[in-house]
Nanobody
Framework: QVQLVESGGGLVQAGGSLRLSCAAS????????MGWYRQAPGKQRELVAR???????NYADSVKGRFTISRDNAKNTVYLQMNMLKPEDTAVYYC????????WGRGTHVTVNS
């Protein structure tokens, strides 16, 4: 079955960096798009970044120039490098795969202190 396991979250000061990882299993990773979403307290889940099977990327306006999504098909892993973090980036970050339905990991918490 599809499994997505996020890691790399934590507590960081504003201006700092974190690198999130999502280890995927149970499907053909290399040919499929993957995404990172986040959900802040009291807010709806929102798309942060997506990467296609071919490596094309797109980002939410709020993270452009600060976050980079990438993938390592040999490791079945998708990454989210987050730089210049802001307090408003505080959220639970989720890995996403969509194939006839949405698949989600359990999420990893990111807290950015001002």
């Amino acid at each position: 079955q599809v499994q997505l396991v996020e890691s790399g979250g934590g507590l960081v000061q504003a201006g700092g960096s974190l690198r999130l990882s999502c280890a995927a299993s149970g499907f053909l990773f290399s040919g499929n798009a993957m995404g990172w979403y986040r959900q802040a307290p009291g807010k709806q889940r929102e798309l942060v970044a997506r990467i296609s099977g071919g490596g094309s990327t797109n980002y939410a306006d709020s993270v452009k120039g600060r976050f980079t999504i990438s993938r390592d098909n040999a490791k079945n892993t998708v990454y989210l490098q987050m730089n210049m973090l802001k307090p408003e980036d505080t959220a639970v970050y989720y890995c996403n795969y969509n194939y006839y339905r949405e698949y989600w990991g359990r999420g990893t918490h990111v807290t950015v202190n001002s």
